[in-house]
C-alpha cells in the first residue's frame, strides 16, 4: 500500500508562490509517475501537472504552463510542485497521486482514473 502525504498549501497574495510536498511511502517510488491534480468548490477534479519517473518527462494543464514546474527526489520519495505568480483562480484543494509509470506518458498522465494512490489534498488559497 502506497501512502501519499501532501503539504505546504496555505494562504498566498496573488502574484506570490508556492511550493506543495508530496511525500510517499513506498519503496519503489521510482517506479511510480506521479501527478498533481485540483478541485476547486463546485468543480470537478483536474488535471494540473504530472512527472515520469526519471523527471525526463513533465506535462502540465494549459493555463499553468509557464507558472508552475513539477520536480522529483527519488532519494527522498517526494514529489514537487513548484507554483508561481499564482492568480486566484488556482485557489483549489491540490492532491498528489501516484501511477505506474507507463507509456504513452501523454496522454496517459491526464487521466485520473489512471492514477492508483491519491494524498488526501492541501488548501491552496490565493488571495486577489
Known amino acids: 500500500q502506497v501512502q501519499l502525504v501532501e503539504s505546504g498549501g496555505g494562504l498566498v497574495q496573488a502574484g506570490g508562490s508556492v511550493r506543495l510536498s508530496c511525500a510517499a511511502s513506498v519503496g519503489t517510488f521510482s517506479s511510480y509517475a506521479m501527478g498533481w491534480f485540483r478541485q476547486a468548490p463546485g468543480k470537478e477534479r483536474e488535471f494540473v501537472a504530472a512527472i515520469s519517473w526519471s523527471g525526463k518527462y513533465t506535462a502540465f494543464e494549459d493555463s499553468v504552463k509557464g507558472r508552475f514546474t513539477m520536480s522529483r527526489d527519488n532519494a527522498q520519495n517526494t514529489a514537487y510542485l513548484h507554483m508561481n505568480n499564482l492568480k486566484p483562480e488556482d485557489t483549489a484543494v491540490y492532491y498528489c497521486?501516484?501511477?505506474?509509470?507507463?507509456?504513452?506518458?501523454?496522454?496517459?498522465?491526464?487521466?485520473?482514473?489512471?492514477?492508483?494512490?491519491w494524498g488526501q489534498g492541501t488548501q491552496v488559497t490565493v488571495s486577489s
Open positions: 497521486a501516484a501511477m505506474w509509470d507507463t507509456l504513452p506518458f501523454e496522454p496517459t498522465v491526464r487521466r485520473p482514473g489512471e492514477y492508483k494512490y
